[in-house]
């Protein structure tokens, strides 16, 4: 072989490498760090926070959501599923009144329900579930998390399930904007807004007056 084609082949092997190296933070979902936090927003933080301020293994992670989930094809409700899910919100938002730790519960169930009519993986593996959620719905996937913390930690007997009623109320805001999202007919999303749109500040209005009451 002579040492012309030698050169080609090398410029050439040298071309695909940085081209690679070029596509490998979208391959991880998302151009890099800033990529991943224009994406996940304040999930991000979260993640950070989580990796006690390691940058590099918290985008580790959200990258691997990003492959994991990133195609995921979030599938269309059914008009009559959607108005029975806002009647199990609703009925959910009346009882936190009288028992906000049963509501949260039922919140937290209807939201893994939601998620896997709408394509997402099934309710029984919640963590798959959420980091696939966080993908979709970063604005607003807290608020499962939250509701679900309330849930899981009740019997424990760790600080968190002493979780008290303002707490609970938060967290069913919080969890109501990515209920309104997973029902929206646009499919909601990250910026979509769905979240606080009429129906959205009409239900919180009045969660807010019905939670100060039960508290």
Do not use: C
């Not at 040492?3 to 081209?19: S, W």
């Not at 996940?40 to 993640?47: A, K, L, N, V």
């Not at 989580?50 to 008009?79: F, I, M, N, Y």
Request: aromatic content about 6%; charged content about 25%; hydrophobic content about 35%.
């Amino acid at each position: 072989m002579s040492t012309g084609v030698i050169i080609v082949l090398i410029v050439i092997l040298v071309g695909v490498v940085a081209a690679a190296a070029a596509l490998a933070p979208r391959a991880r979902g998302g151009f890099g760090g800033s990529g991943l936090k224009r994406r996940f927003g304040p999930e991000y933080d979260r993640t950070v926070a989580r990796h006690d301020g390691d940058t590099k293994a918290a985008e580790r992670e959200l990258g691997e959501r990003v492959q994991q989930h990133g195609s995921l094809q979030e599938q269309p409700l059914e008009p009559a599923a959607r108005e029975q899910y806002q009647a199990r919100w609703a009925a959910a938002q009346e009882l936190f009144v009288d028992s906000p730790r049963q509501a949260v519960t039922d919140a937290d169930q209807l939201l893994g329900e939601v998620a896997g009519a709408r394509g997402f993986p099934d309710v029984e593996e919640y963590d798959k579930q959420f980091d696939a959620l966080s993908v979709h719905h970063a604005d607003h996937v807290h608020g499962y998390r939250r509701v679900h913390r309330v849930v899981t930690t009740r019997t424990n007997g760790t600080p968190e399930s002493q979780a008290g009623t303002e707490e609970m109320r938060e967290a069913m805001l919080e969890a109501r904007a990515l209920f309104d999202d997973l029902i929206s007919t646009d499919g909601g999303g990250r910026g979509s807004g769905s979240s606080r749109g009429r129906t959205g500040r009409l239900t919180f209005g009045s969660f807010n007056r019905q939670a100060v009451k039960g508290s």
